[in-house]
Nanobody, 124 residues
Framework: QVQLVESGGGLVQAGGSLRLSCADSGRTFNNYSMGWFRQAPGKEREFVATISWGGSSALYADSVKGRFTISRDNAKNTVYLQMNSLKPEDTAVYYC?????????????????WGQGTQVTVSS
């Protein structure tokens, strides 16, 4: 069972950086591909990035490519999202999600487990 807890959100000015973390309290983290999604008020949840269970492959949404980096530390049961050059349109609640040994998946309903989300607000 994967139980996910996000942290690292906050308020940042445009052009700034944040690093989100998602810790898994389960025991089989290294069997799960991980994804980051975000949801802005009044909008659908959208794909941001995903990383394979071994960490060798990653895929990004076009809107964040070149600015965001997903990574994972399987020894720490944690996945990260480094966000640079943040824009006001990046403002959203960010969620991490897990799916067992399937990659790459970009649709929310394809993931089995979700964290509670962390708010990211980028001011202009």
């Amino acid at each position: 069972q994967v139980q996910l807890v996000e942290s690292g959100g906050g308020l940042v000015q445009a052009g700034g950086s944040l690093r989100l973390s998602c810790a898994d309290s389960g025991r089989t983290f290294n069997n799960y591909s991980m994804g980051w999604f975000r949801q802005a008020p009044g909008k659908e949840r959208e794909f941001v990035a995903t990383i394979s269970w071994g960490g060798s492959s990653a895929l990004y949404a076009d809107s964040v490519k070149g600015r965001f980096t997903i990574s994972r530390d399987n020894a720490k049961n944690t996945v990260y999202l480094q966000m640079n050059s943040l824009k006001p349109e990046d403002t959203a609640v960010y969620y991490c999600a897990a799916v067992f040994r399937r990659y790459p998946l970009t649709r929310p309903w394809e993931y089995d487990s979700w964290g509670q989300g962390t708010q990211v607000t980028v001011s202009s």
